[in-house]
């Protein structure tokens, strides 16, 4: 006959591989005593299937400065069927550039379908955000109960580290205005990181500047710039006359750094700085003529305008206006040689009148001019009159051509000399020369 019984395996027996049955049969025959079979017996093997699994995952996923910590967690499952011993995590791969984190788990043994959470930390470094990830590999392990190799799992989790390379740049000028050529600016600038990654290659140009001499030569310190870091920059430029003439200038700034990845970041100046030149804008005019006497009508006077730009600006459309002419005959046209003058500069205008007979009548020409030039970005301006006046009259004995009678009528200009009885020539020296005097009348 055959005879049937049911067991029920525990971990215990799977954990230990081997199940051992040894069977006795005993009967009675009738009237006699008790016998025993031979002993039989069976042995079971579990199928033994020791296994790991491990998930790994970081809080936050994603950091985007120095100094940020990130929080790890590792879960630990015996997926197997055998009850693991010495359950422990370690970090075979880890991209960061700070100290390692360190893994700490529960202690104890592992039954099939428990798990255990391990944990570390970890503190992010500028070096990481510039890398732009902390990758990070874990391996589990376990020795099973009852022998054999120790069974693994692995887990890997990336931290991204958002990179946003970002500059700022302000300029200013000391002085913010000037007065003159020759004056010293100087420019500073100062160039702020406030990204969250390290620039290298940081520079800044001038991509504008209106000044018409030598363009300033930027210079700033080398070396690396970390987030929230400031350099400043310097440079100095010498106002020309041209400056001070044009009312302005205009200087314009590029800050320029070049990220770990990705092409150059850039910033402006938050604003342009202008040096508004305090400027004056006045001239003078000095009027003279030659002769300053003429007897007789016909005669030329050459008159001079000396027109002098005495104020910082450069002045335009230069003019010189008769505002007061006594004279009868064709009003003196004026000349000059250029129509505009520096601050400083100088120069000489020219006019020519003929007097005429109702001039000579009169006894005088008097003459008086202004001169006016307009600055850049201003109104004109008009300088003090001046005056020159020619006196005229005929020489003595003369009336409106006419003779007086009884006197004696004498055709050159200036008064009569008396015959020298000793018979000299006129000439004041007596050799018969006479001395050569300046132009007085016509």
Same mark, same amino acid.
Do not use: H, W
């Given at each position: 006959m055959t005879c049937t019984a049911t067991y029920t395996v525990t971990q215990a027996d799977v954990d230990a591989g081997r199940i051992e049955?040894?069977?006795?049969?005993?009967?009675?025959?009738?009237?006699?005593?008790?016998?025993?079979?031979n002993e039989s017996t069976a042995v079971f093997t579990p199928r033994r299937n020791p296994a790991l699994s491990l998930s790994k995952s970081a809080s936050p996923s994603a950091v985007t400065a120095d100094g940020q910590g990130v929080h790890y967690t590792l879960v630990v499952t015996n997926t197997g069927n055998v009850t693991l011993n010495a359950v422990d995590v370690e970090e075979t791969v880890f991209t960061g550039t700070g100290q390692n984190p360190r893994i700490t788990c529960p202690e104890g043994s592992l039954l099939p379908g428990q798990s255990k959470t391990c944990t570390?930390?970890?503190?992010?470094?500028?070096?990481?955000?510039?890398?732009?990830?902390?990758?990070?590999?874990?391996?589990? @392990?376990?020795?099973?109960?009852g022998g054999g190799p120790a069974v693994t799992a692995t887990a890997s989790d990336t931290v991204t580290a958002g990179q946003d390379p970002v500059l700022a740049l302000v300029k200013t000028a000391t002085p913010a205005v000037v007065t003159g050529a020759g004056q010293r600016v100087d420019y500073r600038f100062t160039v702020t990181n406030t990204g969250n990654t390290t620039l290298t290659d940081v520079t800044v140009t001038e991509p504008v500047f209106t000044g018409t001499g030598p363009a300033p030569l930027v210079a700033c310190p080398e070396g690396p710039l970390a987030p929230g870091q400031s350099r400043t920059c310097t440079a100095a430029y010498t106002v020309t006359q041209a400056d001070v003439g044009a009312g302005a200038l205009t200087n314009a700034a590029l800050a320029t750094g070049t990220p770990p990845t990705g092409p150059p970041v850039t910033a402006t100046a938050d604003q342009t700085v202008i040096a508004t030149f305090s400027q004056t804008a006045s001239l003078t005019v000095v009027k003279t003529a030659d002769p300053t006497r003429v007897r007789k009508p016909g005669a030329e006077v050459e008159y001079s305008f000396v027109v002098t730009n005495t104020g910082s600006a450069v002045l335009q459309d230069i003019t010189v206006d008769e505002?007061?002419?006594?004279?009868?005959?064709?009003?003196?046209?004026? @000349?000059?040689?250029?129509?505009?003058?520096?601050?400083?500069?100088?120069?000489?205008?020219?006019?020519?009148?003929?007097?005429?007979?109702?001039?000579?009548?009169?006894?005088?020409?008097?003459?008086?001019?202004?001169?006016?030039?307009?600055?850049?970005?201003?109104?004109?301006?008009t300088s003090l009159p001046s005056s020159a006046e020619v006196t005229t009259s005929r020489g003595h004995g003369h009336h409106d051509g006419h003779r007086e009678p009884g006197r004696p009528h004498h055709d050159h200009d200036g008064p009569h000399k008396p015959h020298d009885p000793h018979g000299r020539p006129d000439g004041p020296h007596g050799d018969g020369h006479h001395e050569k005097r300046p132009r007085q009348a016509a």
């Open positions: 049955n040894t069977a006795v049969a005993t009967g009675t025959p009738p009237g006699g005593a008790t016998v025993d079979s570390a930390d970890y503190t992010v470094t500028q070096a990481d955000v510039n890398a732009g990830a902390v990758a990070n590999t874990a391996v589990a @392990s376990g020795t099973p109960t505002v007061r002419f006594t004279g009868s005959g064709t009003r003196p046209a004026v @000349s000059c040689p250029r129509t505009s003058l520096a601050a400083g500069d100088r120069m000489t205008c020219t006019a020519t009148y003929t007097v005429t007979g109702e001039d000579i009548r009169k006894g005088s020409v008097r003459n008086t001019v202004t001169a006016s030039g307009t600055p850049s970005g201003g109104p004109p301006v």
